[in-house]
């Protein structure tokens, strides 16, 4: 089923505690939701760079598969920029420098043949331009949304409307916790879902993640990553590799609740399996060489290592 | 099999961020470790209290049906005692006072009738007095060790001398960084696994755990728990419920390196669940009133939960 993931688009240069250092490579949530919910099935992008954006980058994303016709490359407009730097643990960054640019200003435009999108991202971002996006697509069947603590902390009311619109909320743990004002990462995710998702999902990085839903409760581990070159763009492409399951399987319908219990540890395991490669390099490097079979290989061995049952 | 554990027994005063407050419970890591081992058959214990160790907290070990034989109750001698207080995220916790008495003197005797002991679990405590321990059981079939950072400051060339007679190290993540200087866990565990030990357990509290084994490095999650009401001795019955269900299985022979890859990752999904029910309550109150059906019900749920196999 047509799946849409709306976000960023940027140019990223990162540094990491080994004294590794990319410049100006791709970058933002729009471009790893859909490089890893590429692996899946078709992925349509809702974004906006500037006159900036290298033809190398919009060329990175159609080798996907990407349908790029709502990437906007607006005139006069310059491409969101942001520098970080990793710390010792890889666990935390700091960001050196960013600029928002044309994030700053109007949202893209849907392109109308976008109109039939069924699965539907909406990436990290202002939460009133989040409500706005999920109305331009009248046959939504399954709506997933990613928050951060920016709008947590501004927008508060508008995002406790933003969850009784949703299927989906996808956020980290620290999140969670400022949210509803709870440490405990199950208990949090417990109370997100009397505030209007049928699931909540939420992302520990190496530690994996916890996930409620009406059925129950879960975790899964991270894959085991002995090197991580660069986290960056790990929970965008976990979020794709989650919604292009889902929307490959067309989980959506069928049950009560959308998506089974599950059919969602399924997703989440091949979110996770999908974001154990992107950490292996910069940017979309890993991804761009990544094969289905790759994929498929190392899903089977993560769901080996989680097997618990039989011979008892 | 039989299985013994050497560690201490304490008399333990807890205070939780909620304001709830327990003083002089049953406490140590034999205590815990035994107290969770039980479920899954007989395990011996050996340790030393003072001659105030209170006769209710010696019936409570009875009670599980634990060998008590090598518990030491030395005239004179006052009991380990240790206070501490958890801080609001319950991951971290302060030592508010510490009194070693007996466990700062000589250890106590290994009885005569536990020498056939093929299990062997050498809790936290001072490196000699491990390396001296595990000479007691010339049956050994299997020897697991835990350790803390007080002994890898304080004896890393003792204790480098140990994992090359242990053939499992469990520790805490931090510990592991400490002992390795490496900061990713999953690095830190594949590094520990070149020094001796046949496989090593990192444990990351909520997080679950990591493991090495030479057929592979594995993750397990925590069993999700929405309420943590006392993280106490979490680690000692995760260690207890591990080695229970090996010593049960028998699982220490037959293979190169002792246990299989699939026991070990049973074995520590076992443990993982009796912590979860130690969290429940202070000290070892949930423990006392759990059932082995309760048991293999939250096993089964948990391998439930971890299941990702068939109808792709």
Same mark, same amino acid.
């Given at each position: 089923?047509?799946?849409?993931?709306t976000?960023?688009?940027?140019?990223d240069?990162?540094?990491?505690?080994?004294?590794?250092?990319?410049?100006?490579?791709l970058?933002?949530?729009?471009?790893?939701?859909?490089?890893?919910?590429?692996?899946?099935?078709?992925?349509?992008?809702?974004?906006?760079?500037?006159?900036?954006?290298?033809?190398?980058?919009?060329?990175?994303?159609?080798?996907?598969?990407?349908?790029?016709?709502?990437?906007?490359?607006?005139?006069?407009?310059k491409?969101?920029?942001?520098s970080?730097?990793?710390?010792e643990?890889?666990?935390?960054r700091?960001?050196?420098?960013?600029?928002l640019?044309?994030?700053?200003?109007?949202?893209?435009?849907?392109p109308k043949?976008?109109e039939?999108?069924a699965?539907?991202f909406?990436?990290?971002?202002?939460?009133?331009?989040?409500?706005q996006?999920?109305?331009?697509?009248?046959h939504?069947?399954?709506?997933v949304?990613?928050?951060?603590d920016?709008?947590?902390?501004?927008t508060?009311d508008?995002?406790?409307?933003?969850?009784?619109?949703?299927?989906?909320?996808?956020?980290?743990y620290?999140?969670?916790?400022?949210?509803t004002g709870?440490k405990?990462t199950?208990?949090a995710?417990?109370?997100? $879902?009397?505030?209007? *998702?049928?699931?909540? !999902? &939420?992302k520990?990085?190496?530690?994996?993640?916890? #996930? /409620?839903?009406?059925?129950?409760?879960?975790? $899964?581990?991270?894959? *085991?990553?002995?090197r !991580? &070159?660069d986290?960056t763009?790990?929970g965008?492409? #976990? /979020?794709?590799?989650?919604?292009?399951w889902l929307a490959?399987?067309?989980?959506?319908t069928?049950t009560?609740?959308?998506?089974?219990?599950h059919?969602?540890?399924?997703?989440?395991?091949?979110?996770?399996?999908?974001?154990?490669f992107?950490?292996?390099?910069?940017s979309?490097?890993?991804?761009?060489k990544?094969?289905?079979?790759?994929?498929?290989?190392?899903?089977?061995?993560y769901?080996?290592?989680l097997?618990?049952?039989d011979?008892?």
């Amino acid at each position: 089923m047509s799946l849409v993931v709306t976000g960023s688009v940027g140019i990223d240069t990162i540094e990491t505690p080994d004294g590794q250092r990319r410049e100006e490579v791709l970058g933002g949530s729009c471009a790893y939701f859909a490089a890893a919910a590429s692996f899946y099935g078709p992925v349509r992008i809702v974004g906006v760079a500037g006159e900036d954006f290298p033809p190398k980058h919009a060329e990175t994303l159609k080798r996907f598969g990407i349908d790029t016709r709502g990437l906007e490359r607006r005139e006069g407009g310059k491409t969101f920029r942001w520098s970080g730097k990793y710390l010792e643990n890889m666990d935390h960054r700091e960001t050196t420098a960013i600029s928002l640019n044309v994030l700053g200003e109007a949202p893209a435009p849907v392109p109308k043949e976008y109109e039939d999108s069924a699965f539907v991202f909406l990436a990290n971002g202002p939460t009133a331009i989040q409500r706005q996006f999920l109305r331009e697509f009248p046959h939504r069947k399954l709506v997933v949304a990613d928050t951060m603590d920016l709008w947590i902390n501004t927008t508060r009311d508008e995002l406790l409307a933003l969850l009784k619109e949703i299927d989906g909320l996808v956020l980290n743990y620290d999140e969670a916790e400022l949210l509803t004002g709870m440490k405990n990462t199950v208990a949090a995710a417990q109370h997100l $879902l009397t505030l209007g *998702p049928k699931f909540v !999902v &939420v992302k520990k990085g190496e530690h994996g993640c916890v #996930f /409620a839903h009406e059925d129950g409760i879960g975790a $899964l581990p991270a894959y *085991p990553a002995e090197r !991580v &070159v660069d986290p960056t763009g790990a929970g965008d492409s #976990f /979020a794709g590799g989650m919604m292009g399951w889902l929307a490959a399987n067309n989980a959506a319908t069928g049950t009560k609740s959308g998506i089974s219990f599950h059919q969602l540890k399924r997703a989440l395991a091949h979110g996770t399996v999908i974001a154990s490669f992107t950490i292996e390099a910069f940017s979309l490097e890993r991804l761009s060489k990544l094969t289905r079979g790759e994929v498929d290989e190392r899903y089977r061995h993560y769901a080996e290592m989680l097997h618990l049952k039989d011979e008892e």
